[in-house]
Structures are given as structure tokens and as C-alpha cells.
């Protein structure tokens, strides 16, 4: 599928550019034979008139006996075999040809893609109005949706059994239907979606209004007929349980009606965080520093790394233009062929898998592979003073619409069935998280547990460690990476294991890291 990463939308575009050009030449062809057609239409005619002026005196003519039988038997079997022509068939080959041999989009990447704009919806509170008129937190990026467009978006979600979205989706398309000139969607239809999502929602007496509209429109409606009986009977039967006590009236009841969805653990709170709403403590900013990181190594004290503290306990660090743009340039150029979508490890099989929760595109790249891999390597193993022998390669990921991954730990949990105990490399140790991409808009990295955001920015790079020195996991370095909103996300990451680092982070308990890169 293409909707994962934005590196293979931009594809799309090349696509669209040849239908378009194949759309257009067919029409040329059609309107050629049509051309032709109206030629001998005409030619047909004035012959006709001309004849029709004296008919005995043309037809007592052997010539033009002659070319009037003619006309009507050679001459219109040409027509009729010009009429006959099928030019689309050549054409819809042609987009056949391209379907398999061109990047295209499947009905599986429109509801992706579906998925991902209400993910988007929710998780920064766009309202839907505004989302329609191709706003994103007040800035315009795109075109308006039209009501069919809304009408899709809501036919997606009703088809995922997201009932909630599905009346967003349905009402928007409603109010601008009404300001159509050229109607793009039948009300009707709307109107059909809208009662039964309701309903699905749980709002009968709504459902049953809806319905009875729909009914105005189309009083022969057999799905709608069968409906409004059915939720009047559902309402006469809510009534006689119901026992209403004096006083008491059933709107009442009416109110509880409604979407409700309960939360996550810490789903707010991690929403929150993404809109870059939640800062850190005061206390814990005002003790938060930006340094220069030698790490005794004699390389350094010449061009030691620019170091940001973003957060105390776990310690989370932002080095700062440790990546060039030309290694970056490198880096997606190799990686960009080679995307497939990202997968996450069932915990309870080991089994590697694609995931809702895990929107992107990934590859990995090999240190003999390009010079600017090997640097890289080289340079985390400055950065962090850790040894790389037994890190994984270089990881890249791009993410496409609405892409994310939501809240996990980078390292195995002791009940997880995983792959690190194969490669006898121990657990992943510390991520170094390449930023390779300003992002517009969302696509922060952040960790929910402490209520810590980081926020990409291009040729940075993130640092942490995801164990103890006792080797147990940090639960704090809980993280994600928040749906982006506007922009492309590029990131890479290498991911450091415990082996080799027996003499760099000793195993004790009590071992501050700053040790390590200050
Ligand atoms: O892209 C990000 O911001 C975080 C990615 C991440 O956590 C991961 O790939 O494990
Ligand atoms: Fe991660």
C-alpha cells in the first residue's frame, strides 16, 4: 500500500499525470470518429436534399440510381462499422497496463488514508468544518471537500464500524450539500447513513427523525420503510421499561444517548502531549542544560557535540547537528526504494506483523553499504560512547498520512517472546533517534509516562537509555511518535544492545549516565 509513507505518495502524482494524458487522448479518438460521423451525416444529408427537390427526376438518373444504392449499402457500412469502433478499448488496456506496472493506490490505501484523517481529527481536536475547507489548525494547506468528498469520508468510517466519525463525516456532507450549486452527493443518501449510524450509536428517537426525512425525500424507500417501523417498535419498548418516576421525563434519558468511547490508560494524556500542550515542570526546566559533549574522546575537543538535557530522570538528550544534510540525502536515497510498511512484534507469538498502531515505512541500511552509513555509526559511537558492534543497522522510516506509532517501549519485556534473544546481543540498551526532517506540523516524539515532547528538527538527533544499569527496562522511556499533521516525517534510528558495553556502562545499580557524555 501507498497511504504509509509520504516518499511513495509523491509517486502518485507521476501516476496521476499519465492517466490524465491517457484520459485525454482518449477523448481526442472519440472526438475524431465523432468528427468523421458528423462529416458523412452531412454528406448524406445534402445528397438527400438534393433528391428530395425532384425525386422522379433523380431517380430516373441510372447515375444516381446508382450512387443512391451505393450510399445505402457500401457507403453505410462504413458508417456503421465507424460507429461500431470501440476506441475505449484500447485506452482501458492501456490503464490496465499501468495499474500493474505504475505505483496506485487500492481501495485498502483510500481507507488508510480515511483512517488517518480521523485519527488526525481526534488526536489535535480538528473540528470538522474546518477540516473540509482544508484547514489544519487554522492554516489553509488544500482545497475545499466537496459533500461527496465528506460523503466518502463518512462511508469509510461507517464501513469500519466507526459509527462516530461516520456522523461528523455524514452531517458535514449535509451542510454542504446545501450550499452546492452543482449537487455533488443525493441528500438522500446522506440521510440513509446518518439514521443508521445514529441508530448504531444508540440515539433511536434521532434515528427515527432522520429516517422520516429520508422518507420525505423517497416515500418508497423499502429499507427506510422497514426501519421506521422497527425503531418505533424499539421506542414503544424502551417506553415499557421504562417507569418513569413523577416528575421525571424521558429527555432524561435521551442524553445519555450518544457516542461514548472510554479511553486508554493515558490516551488523553499522550493527546495532550502530541498538541504540545503538557510542558515540563518548572523546577525540571529550570535545571535542564545545554552543553558541549566531549566524552574524553580526543576527536571531540576540537568539534564537540552540541547537547541539550530535555528531561531529567529517565535523561533524555537532543544532540544537535549531528547529521548533514548530504548524509541525510544519502540516507533516503538508499532507504526510499526499499520502504515496506513497518511491522511490530507480537508479543505473545514473536511473530513480526503490520499493526494500526504503527503507520510508517521502514528499511534498513548496512554501514558497507554507502560511506555516510559507516559515518554515522561511527559518529553515534562519539556520541554516546557506547560500542557499535552489536547495534542493529541503521533503521529509516518514513511516515506517510496521519502516521504514527503510539506509545511502546524500544526495549523486550522479560515475558515477550523476541527476537533480540537470538541474536545474542542482549537487550536494546539506547535509542539514538535521527531526526532527518523538519515537520510542519505534529510528529512529535513523546513520552507520556513523564510527560516529555520532543520535537523533530532536521539533523538532530535524540538520545536515551531503555534500560537500567541493571539491566531491568525503564518503564518511564514509554514513547511514540504522534501522528504527523503537515509535512513528510523522516527519521532513522540505530538501536544499541547491551553486549559490548560491559566496560562503557558498567552494570551497577547506581550509575548516573551523565558520566558517559559529559
Ligand atoms: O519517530 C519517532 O518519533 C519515534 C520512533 C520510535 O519510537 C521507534 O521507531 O521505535
Ligand atoms: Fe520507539
Avoid at 451542510?175 to 438522500?188: C, G, I
Avoid at 504540545?276 to 552543553?291: F, N
Avoid at 538532530?460 to 504527523?484: E, I, K, Q
Wanted: glycine share 6%; with cysteine.
Amino acid at each position: 500500500e501507498v497511504f504509509t509513507a509520504l516518499a511513495d505518495l509523491e509517486d502518485l502524482l507521476s501516476t496521476e499525470s499519465v492517466l490524465i494524458e491517457t484520459l485525454e487522448n482518449y477523448i481526442r479518438a472519440e472526438e475524431q470518429k465523432l468528427d468523421l460521423l458528423k462529416r458523412f451525416a452531412d454528406i448524406y444529408q445534402k445528397q438527400h436534399n438534393l433528391a428530395s427537390e425532384d425525386v422522379q427526376l433523380y431517380v430516373s438518373n441510372p447515375i444516381n440510381a446508382y450512387l443512391l444504392v451505393k450510399r445505402l449499402t457500401a457507403d453505410w457500412k462504413q458508417v456503421e462499422s465507424l460507429m461500431g469502433t470501440v476506441i475505449s478499448h484500447d485506452y482501458l488496456m492501456n490503464i490496465t497496463y499501468f495499474k500493474e506496472t505504475l505505483k496506485f493506490p487500492t481501495d485498502e490505501d483510500l481507507n488508510g488514508a480515511a483512517v488517518a484523517l480521523t485519527r488526525l481529527q481526534d488526536t489535535y481536536r480538528l473540528d470538522t468544518s474546518s477540516l473540509a475547507r482544508g484547514e489544519l489548525n487554522g492554516v489553509k494547506y488544500s482545497a475545499e471537500l466537496s459533500a461527496a468528498d465528506c460523503f466518502e469520508l463518512g462511508r469509510q468510517s461507517y464501513n469500519n464500524g466507526d459509527y462516530y466519525h461516520t456522523q461528523l463525516w455524514m452531517r458535514e456532507a449535509e451542510a454542504r450539500l446545501k450550499r452546492e450549486a452543482n449537487e455533488t452527493v443525493d441528500q438522500s443518501d446522506i440521510l440513509e447513513y446518518l439514521a443508521f449510524s445514529t441508530y448504531k450509536e444508540g440515539n433511536i428517537p434521532l434515528a427515527l427523525d432522520l429516517t422520516n426525512k429520508l422518507l420525505e425525500i423517497l416515500p418508497t424507500h423499502t429499507r427506510a420503510l422497514g426501519n421506521k417501523v422497527y425503531y418505533e417498535e424499539e421506542i414503544e419498548k424502551s417506553k415499557e421499561s421504562f417507569i418513569p418516576k413523577k416528575g421525571d421525563d424521558e429527555s432524561d434519558d435521551i442524553e445519555n444517548y450518544g457516542h461514548y468511547e472510554p479511553d486508554p490508560y493515558g490516551r488523553e494524556h499522550y493527546e495532550n502531549l502530541c498538541r504540545g500542550e503538557t510542558q515540563l515542570p518548572a523546577e525540571m526546566s529550570a535545571k535542564l542544560r545545554c552543553r558541549y559533549a566531549r566524552n574524553n574522546n580526543p576527536f571531540l575537543l576540537i568539534a564537540p557535540f552540541k547537547l541539550e538535557e530535555m528531561h531529567l530522570k529517565p535523561d533524555l538528550y537532543m544532540f544537535h547537528d549531528v547529521m548533514s544534510d548530504r548524509e541525510i540525502e544519502t540516507v533516503k536515497r538508499l532507504a526510499q526504494p526499499r520502504l515496506l510498511r513497518a511491522t511490530v512484534q507480537n508479543s505473545k507469538t514473536g511473530e513480526l506483523e503490520i499493526a494500526q498502531y504503527r503507520i510508517s515505512k521502514s528499511a534498513w541500511l548496512k554501514e558497507h553499504e554507502h560511506k555516510h552509513v559507516a559515518d554515522i555509526a561511527r559518529r553515534v559511537e562519539d556520541m554516546t560512547g557506547l560500542n557499535m558492534a552489536t547495534a542493529e543497522e541503521l533503521q529509516v522510516v518514513n511516515y506517510g498520512i496521519g502516521g504514527h506509532y503510539e506509545p511502546h517501549f524500544d526495549f523486550a519485556r522479560k515475558d515477550e517472546k523476541n527476537a533480540f534473544k537470538s541474536l545474542g546481543t542482549g537487550n536494546r540498551i539506547a535509542t539514538v533517534l535521527f531526526y532527518m526532517s523538519d515537520v510542519s506540523q505534529g510528529g512529535a516524539t513523546v513520552f507520556p509516562v513523564v510527560g516529555a515532547a520532543l520535537w523533530p528538527k532536521k539533523g538532530a538527533a535524540a538520545f536515551w537509555y531503555n534500560l537500567h544499569a541493571s539491566g531491568d527496562g525503564d518503564v518511564l522511556t514509554r514513547h511514540a511518535a504522534c501522528p504527523v499533521l503537515a509535512g513528510s516525517k523522516w527519521v532513522s534510528n540505530k538501536w544499541i544492545h547491551e553486549r559490548g558495553q560491559e566496560f562503557r556502562r558498567p552494570c551497577t545499580p547506581e550509575r548516573p549516565p551523565e558520566d558517559l557524555i559529559a
